[in-house]
């Protein structure tokens, strides 16, 4: 069954004259449980003051996007087979580069998580890799991209 999901972004010109390239790219984005965050363009791609650090980037999003998916995915498995989890830590990271055409693309994005069970069952090895796996195979979003994403759990 499809799903339709929604989000705003809104950036306003103000009294900048926009023509000469040099207009904040700082903007709000909107979710529809009424969270809204400070988006900028990466300081990376446009310096600042035209960006602002402080701000969440598109990459950014796209990396932390791609975590949590994977994130309640295992969560969903883990507690699906018995394992209690604790914590659960990731410090995803994106790796932008150019591609074969000349574009830049976030061309590999690596999760590393962190997790502590606790409870008598406890995944081994082999146990841990497979939950992360399946997590990888439902996650909507790892099915939805060409990047390459990789999980190194920790």
Not at 57 to 79: Q, R, T, V, Y
Not at 86 to 113: C, F, I, Q, S, W
Not at 134 to 154: D, I, M, Q
Request: charged letters at 25%.
């Amino acid at each position: 069954m499809p799903h339709h999901h929604t989000a705003e972004v809104l950036w306003e010109r103000g009294d900048q004259p926009f023509t000469d390239k040099r207009y904040s790219r700082a903007h709000v984005l909107r979710f529809d449980g009424g969270v809204e965050v400070a988006g900028s363009s990466s300081p990376h791609v446009v310096a600042p003051p035209m960006s602002t650090e402080a701000a969440v980037d598109p990459e950014e999003m796209f990396i932390a996007a791609l975590s949590s998916c994977h994130m309640l995915w295992f969560l969903a498995i883990a507690a699906n087979r018995g394992y209690r989890v604790d914590r659960y830590h990731d410090a995803p990271t994106g790796l932008l580069r150019e591609n074969t055409e000349g574009k830049m693309v976030m061309a590999t994005v690596t999760l590393r998580p962190e997790i502590a069970f606790s409870g008598e069952l406890q995944p081994d090895a082999d146990a841990l890799h497979d939950l992360h796996r399946l997590a990888h195979e439902e996650c909507f979003l790892a099915n939805s991209v060409k990047t390459l994403v990789l999980v190194e759990p920790r």
